[in-house]
């Protein structure tokens, strides 16, 4: 009964550094998503995916890669962190056919690039 | 694109009292869904309500409430009996009803509830 996992829950990088925030969840959902939070700001979408294989971009998706090899894992994948990058990260799932629900979000991920 | 637009950044109401909080979007869909989230300062994204755009009836949900008003394009959420622990950002969010699924957030309202 976990939901979404998301990993780490804090992180601080060094401009140009790498690394990978993990997101997984266990209800067989078909839609994954991920968000990212600016201070004092709404949620916008970095990249989603239908399923397995298939994954496409929201509307900031530079600086950002994901791949969705399993249906339970879709992890982002952030080059070069630039200090643009510090933000709080969402990843989120949904069923296939359910635009009538709304998403199950993991608890966040904070990203400070420094 | 869709566009959601929360106008009030900031709310506060007296304990017991009642708020509005106000959102608005846009859209040339007729099926779509939209939803209010409520974001307490540990970051957890909690689903207060929904709304189908194909359903007359407002939406409620214990002290929850919202009017929907579909020719204005208008989805406000009402607290009833406020609460200290309704203290939050709240955003309005827009589901179309098409493939993907994306949510489209609101920039959010921050409601202080005083004692």
């Known amino acids: 009964n976990a939901g979404v996992t998301q990993t780490p829950k804090f992180r601080i990088l060094k401009i140009g550094q790498s690394m990978t925030l993990q997101c997984a969840q266990d209800?067989?959902?078909?839609?994954m998503y991920w968000y990212r939070q600016d201070p004092g700001m709404g949620l916008k979408l970095i990249y989603y995916?239908?399923?397995?294989?298939?994954?496409d971009k929201g509307e900031v998706p530079n600086g950002y890669n994901v791949s969705r090899s399993t249906t339970e894992d879709f992890p982002l994948r952030l080059e070069l962190a630039a200090p643009s990058q510090t933000s709080v990260y969402f990843c989120a799932s949904s069923y296939l056919s359910g635009a009538n629900y709304g998403y199950t979000f993991g608890s966040g991920t904070r990203l400070t690039v420094v | 694109a869709q566009t959601v637009t929360q106008s009030q950044p900031e709310m506060s109401v007296q304990e017991a009292e009642t708020v509005t909080l106000s959102c608005t979007y846009d859209t040339s869909e007729s099926d779509y869904y939209l939803f209010w989230y409520k974001q307490p300062p540990s970051r957890q994204m909690i689903l207060v309500i929904r709304q189908e755009a194909y359903k007359q009836q407002n939406a409620t949900e214990n002290r929850f409430s919202v009017n929907f008003q579909k020719a204005a394009k208008s989805f406000s959420l009402k607290i009833s009996d406020s609460q200290l622990g309704d203290a939050a950002m709240y955003f309005c969010a827009y589901r179309s009803g098409d493939a993907g699924n994306m949510l489209t957030f609101g920039g959010g309202t921050r409601l202080m509830v005083k004692p």
């Open positions: 209800m067989n959902h078909n839609y």
């Open positions: 995916s239908v399923g397995a294989g298939i994954t």
